[in-house]
């Protein structure tokens, strides 16, 4: 029976990719908070700031290993810091918080399919069908 691991590379890029998806959902949900400030008339600039506090952090996480990725989280966050309506600004978070997970679950997937190793049992390895003879 042979089963499927990660080679060591692939296990520290899937903690990363954990990593980032926990640091990800924070941001989420300031963004969400920062929505519900808009919405309420509130001040959201507290909160915005919040966000554009967390997200060079993430950014600096995914770096070493998926640069583009990283690139994304930093185009989110200079967007985020550009002026014009909160609304607006709001679905620019949105859509890159968005942008960013499907970026992240993608790259899960791939990490699982490039790095996986096949383990063989040595019982099975060894056990080779008997050859006939004919003669």
Known sequence: M??????GAGTAKLKTLDD?????????????????????????????LQVRRLLPLLAGLLKPQFGLIADQVTALN??????????????????GVAATRQALEIA?????????????????ADASPPMSETA
């Open 2 to 7: 042979a089963g499927k691991k990660l080679d």
């Open 20 to 48: 980032a998806l926990g640091q990800l959902q924070t941001i989420h949900g300031k963004v969400e908070t920062y929505a519900l400030e808009v919405k309420r008339q509130g001040n959201p600039a507290v909160i915005l």
């Open 78 to 95: 200079l967007a985020a810091g550009r002026g014009g309506a909160d609304v607006q600004r709001v679905r620019v978070l949105r859509e």
């Open 108 to 124: 899960q997937k791939r990490v699982e399919e490039q790095h996986v190793v096949e383990e063989t049992n040595a019982a099975h």
